[in-house]
């Protein structure tokens, strides 16, 4: 649920930026790829999905005893979420490498949209010149 939100906030930002550009301009701006690098970031850091946390030491007998049956589930559910873990983890690792890929590709087009204005720009100055 983690990832989600973060990715649902990150998608969120760009949209509202991207609305707020007045600018029609085909180039991605370099605020969108620090944010889409700031999501890769976040992605790597939540890639590992671990099916339990570590219970807290206790000292009151109650809450020891809480303990102890927490424990015991957990072990008597671990053949059910371990399985659920793993998936999801293998899952986030391939998202993160698909953001990796998405991030590459769209530096290498944004690069060819620059040059490409570049070209387009310098062959109008030529024809303007004639």
């Given at each position: 649920m983690?990832?989600?939100e973060i990715l649902f906030e990150a998608t969120?930002?760009?949209?509202?930026?991207k609305q707020k550009e007045t600018n029609k301009d085909r180039k991605i701006s370099n605020e969108n790829f620090d944010i889409l690098n700031d999501i890769i970031l976040r992605c790597k850091k939540l890639e590992k999905n671990e099916a339990f946390r570590q219970l807290p030491p206790e000292t009151?007998?109650?809450k020891k005893l809480k303990k102890f049956i927490k424990r015991a589930q957990r072990k008597s559910l671990k053949w059910y979420i371990e399985p659920i873990?793993?998936?999801q983890s293998?899952?986030?690792e391939l998202v993160r490498e698909g953001l990796d890929?998405?991030?590459?590709v769209t530096t290498i087009l944004n690069n060819k949209i620059?040059?490409?204005e570049q070209r387009?720009?310098?062959?109008?100055?030529r024809i303007n010149s004639k």
């Open positions: 983690i990832e989600e969120k930002d760009i949209s509202t930026k009151n007998i109650i873990c793993e998936q293998k899952y986030n890929i998405l991030f590459d620059e040059d490409i387009l720009i310098s062959l109008e100055k």
